[in-house]
């Protein structure tokens, strides 16, 4: 008895940790419709266990707005019993989120190589991936790593570019600044493809290439999207510790220097919005920082993957304040929702970051405008909630199709437009 609890006990020390699991977690919806409501809603902020996955914080839940959160399961029926108490309506999006977590997977296909652009890669994956493909196509693509994570894993920017004497115009895009959001990474994996299976055939692809370079930053938040396949599917921040905290991680879409810190954003090392110790703290937003500001006068388009939510935002979003060209935003944003829509009907809101999904301060978006990117755009990709961040692998195809529609419209926008 005594040999089979030591044997159980170094295997689990083996083992370590372990993903953690979700069984029996909820997750709620409601829209507070007045400030006693709002009140509500913000007292379960208290609940250690509540994690708020729209908007990402308390500060941010007005009159109004949609509230999604997940719930421990031990806490559900206290939960419920306040919502039911204050009248409050609400419903339940995700019934289990193990359940859940476990139907995300729901592409069965093996490949050879273990990669597959209708399955979510683990890192490893994407970064064999990323070295083959540029290695297969060097007559269009190019690899740089630009630096490395706080737990030292590289960070890569491919460049997709037809050669020729001269330096051209670019397009940067990046995926992956938020760990748990997968259709992302997966989205900048089909991008590439498309474009170096279609330079040639495709008129707008091949007008986007003879014109501009693109750089495409596949994962930025490299230690994240590890720690999501290895521990925790719902982890957002990076993985920094921070001195004197318990917590690790900073959000890195409120860790550049764009109004750093004066809204949307929290303090505390313990929060999903802590902006970190400083403008850049975080290695990985540093190097792509870098990275732009280097190629500054190349760079006439700036494009950010996230999701949930189907929304194209433009700046600002630390600001109420509009931007310069606003009007020619909102038009790009407009056209391009309506092509993404134009193929399977999904329906996309646009705006300014503050007015249509919440102010926030320091993000990569409007930290690339100001810097002098006059196209600056975030994508939420989808859905609205009806798997959140568990968006199914059997979705990966039709969301990359219809986002590839808005994205080549405004790439082929900025390079008829170049200034
Ligand atoms: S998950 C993406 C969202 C929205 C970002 C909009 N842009 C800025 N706040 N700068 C987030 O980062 O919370
Ligand atoms: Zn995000």
Redesign the pocket.
């Known amino acids: 008895m005594k040999f089979l609890c030591l044997l159980g006990l170094i295997t689990a020390v083996l083992a370590g940790p372990g993903i953690q699991r979700f069984d029996g977690e909820k997750v709620f919806r409601l829209k507070p419709l007045s400030e006693g409501e709002v009140d509500i809603v913000r007292s379960l902020a208290g609940l250690p266990t509540i994690d708020l996955w729209k908007p990402?914080s308390f500060d941010q839940v007005h009159a109004d707005t949609t509230v999604d959160f997940r719930v421990s399961a031990e806490d559900v029926p206290m939960v419920q019993k306040i919502l039911k108490k204050s009248g409050l309506k609400y419903e339940v999006l995700i019934e289990d989120l193990q359940v859940m977590i476990e139907q995300q997977l729901d592409n069965k296909e093996r490949s050879a190589t273990g990669h597959s652009y209708t399955k979510y890669n683990d890192l490893d994956t994407i970064n064999q991936w990323v070295v083959g493909t540029v290695a297969r196509n060097s007559n269009l693509m190019s690899l740089t790593e630009i630096g490395t994570s706080y737990e030292g894993r590289p960070i890569y920017v491919i460049k997709i570019s037809k050669e020729t004497s001269q330096t051209k115009p670019a397009i940067f895009m990046d995926c992956g600044i938020?760990a748990r959001?997968w259709i992302s990474p997966a989205f900048c994996q089909w991008f590439v493809k498309e474009t170096i299976n279609t330079y040639g055939s495709d008129p707008t692809i091949t007008h986007i290439l003879d014109t501009m370079d693109i750089f495409i930053v596949p994962v930025i938040n490299v230690d994240g999207y590890s720690y999501t396949w290895s521990n925790d599917r719902l982890w957002r921040k990076t993985r920094s510790s921070i001195p004197g905290s318990r917590c690790r991680g900073v959000d890195p879409?409120r860790n550049w220097n764009?109004g750093w810190c004066s809204i949307?954003a929290s303090k505390n090392p313990c929060s999903e919005t802590y902006c970190g110790p400083h403008v850049e703290s975080e290695k990985s937003v540093k190097a792509v920082a870098d990275f732009i500001r280097l190629h500054r006068q190349n760079i006439k388009a700036y494009l950010t993957i996230?999701?949930y939510s189907q929304m194209c935002?433009f700046p600002y979003?630390?600001t109420y304040d509009l931007a310069a060209n606003h009007d020619e935003l909102n038009e790009i944003a407009k056209e391009a929702t309506t092509r993404l829509r134009s193929l399977y009907n999904t329906v996309y809101t646009y705006g300014p970051?503050a007015t249509t999904?919440y102010a926030?301060a320091g993000?990569?978006?409007?930290w690339a405008y100001d810097l002098g990117v006059k196209y600056s755009f975030?994508f939420?990709l989808r859905d609205t909630g009806r798997y959140g961040f568990l968006l199914p692998e059997s979705q990966i195809k039709p969301t990359c199709e219809e986002t590839m529609l808005a994205i080549k419209y405004i790439a082929n926008y900025v390079s008829n437009n170049l200034y």
């Open positions: 990402d938020h959001e879409n764009a949307g996230h999701s935002l979003s630390y970051g999904i926030a993000g990569s978006d409007d975030t939420e």
